[in-house]
């Protein structure tokens, strides 16, 4: 027997189709996916950066061009990147910025304007082996137990300054007010090179590829989605699980379809 | 930092020349990443070997055209994954194939996560991946003609 689970469906993270075939109570599964699929990457061959914000309100972009440029980022929008990103909560973003989840606060060199607030406090089985074979990005694998803090490995930002156990459950950090921020210039000159560019997003890593030629526009922007790389492992998951497990496994996997599609 | 010195040859270079490993130094990319140009025909050999070598997360690979007309390149990022490591050792690799005909050793027998994306190449760029257990397109329908990218 087959069961179709998706595509439109609530507990389906977006619009993901699943075609499930339960043998008795055990399943097992393929997903289908594509259905948010916008051509992003073939969208960005045609853009500069500044009109390609909009599309990605991660600081991956940035993280990328910013190192192409190597333009400098004052020391306090470091700050109040490093805090954004580990936090993410929306509403403190949308506090700063006015927007829930579009809020486009990351510009390169710095971020848009100030934090609103003075403190800040933050906040289906598989074996460790296994999912660095599958290339499964930070929450995942440190729920494994793997102490693979990516931000500490690669001393991403200004990561180095904050002193930090690596927490299994909680994180906590204290924030203070710096001075003024700069504000980028609009255009500037880009290299021409390649460069994989990645950060820690809240569900995992996400990489862009980037090659850049001489007419400043992107020879190839490769997005290395971290929801598509986590869902590979669905079926894998669902092995020897049970139907009602495959939303709660769904969940775990955390993923979002519009980022999984690009 | 970026290796603007062509003549220096990476680590990983090194060591294949060491042990007799046909492969091509493309120098270094911005970060200062080896970059390693590995045929065809050798790729699904040396990647069991650069796995052995501790080279256990693969992560990204992707696809692009080299120029017009020109040749497809099947690009991986690798990265040795270890407890307690700083700035953990990286190398990208790269693998050429003739528009005409490209087809290309599946490496999901060594690095799964290789699976949905080289099935986005695939789907994007039209390259074959030989031995993949399901290589069919995976973001465009698949009544798709032709090769978006």
């Known amino acids: 027997m087959i069961v179709n689970m998706g595509r439109h469906h609530p507990s389906m993270h977006g619009v993901l189709h699943l075609i499930v075939t339960p043998d008795g109570e055990d399943v097992d599964c393929e997903p289908i996916l594509g259905y948010l699929h916008k051509g992003m990457g073939k969208i960005a061959k045609n853009q500069t950066i500044i009109q390609y914000l909009p599309y990605v309100t991660q600081v991956i972009t940035l993280n990328g061009s910013k190192k192409l440029g190597s333009i400098q980022v004052p020391k306090k929008a470091s700050y109040i990147r490093v805090i954004m990103l580990e936090l993410s909560l929306y509403d403190l973003l949308e506090a700063a910025t006015g927007m829930g989840m579009m809020h486009n606060y990351f510009h390169i060199g710095g971020v848009v304007t100030d934090l609103p607030f003075e ?70 000159e880009l290299l ?58 769904l969940g775990s996997i955390n993923i979002i379809m519009g980022e999984l599609d690009h | 930092k970026c290796g603007r010195d062509k003549k220096m040859q990476g680590r990983l270079s090194v060591w294949l020349v060491k042990h007799g490993l046909v492969h091509r130094s493309l120098g270094f990319d911005y970060q200062g990443i080896e970059t390693l140009q590995i045929k065809p025909e050798d790729w699904h050999s040396i990647a ?84 993949h257990p399901r290589l069919k397109r995976i973001l465009m329908p698949e009544s798709w003609i032709g090769r978006p990218l």
């Not at chain 1, 990489?207 to 590979?232: A, H, T, V, Y």
């Not at chain 1, 079926?235 to 496994?249: E, G």
């Not at chain 2, 490209?102 to 991946?129: A, C, H, N, T």
Request: with cysteine; net charge positive; charged share 25%.
């Open chain 1, 192 to 249: 021409r090179q390649e460069l994989n560019a990645r950060m820690e997003a809240p569900k995992g890593e996400l990489g862009i590829f980037l090659i850049r030629d001489q007419s400043g526009f992107p020879w190839r922007w490769k997005i290395r989605s971290l929801s598509f790389i986590n869902l590979q492992i669905i079926p894998h998951l669902f092995k020897r699980m049970k139907l009602v497990d495959i939303m709660t496994i």
């Open chain 1, 119 to 188: 403190q800040v406090e933050g906040i289906g089985i598989i074996g460790g082996e296994e999912e660095i074979n599958w290339s499964l990005s930070s929450p995942i694998l440190q729920a494994s137990r793997i102490k693979w803090d990516f931000q500490k490995v690669y001393h991403y930002d200004c990561y180095d300054k904050f002193d930090l156990e690596i927490q299994w459950q909680k994180r906590r950090f204290i924030s203070s007010l710096f001075s003024l921020i700069k504000k980028p210039s609009r255009t500037f």
């Open chain 2, 48 to 131: 069991v070997i650069l796995y052995v070598y501790g080279y256990n997360y693969l992560r990204s690979q992707c696809a692009y055209d080299v120029a017009p007309g020109g040749l497809l390149a099947s690009v991986y990022h690798l990265t040795r994954i270890e407890y307690g490591v700083d700035q953990p050792e990286e190398v990208c690799i790269k693998v050429f194939a003739p528009r005409s005909n490209p087809r290309i050793p599946s490496v999901f027998w060594v690095w799964k996560s290789s699976d949905f994306q080289e099935r986005e190449s695939y789907d994007m760029l039209g390259i074959s991946y030989e031995n």
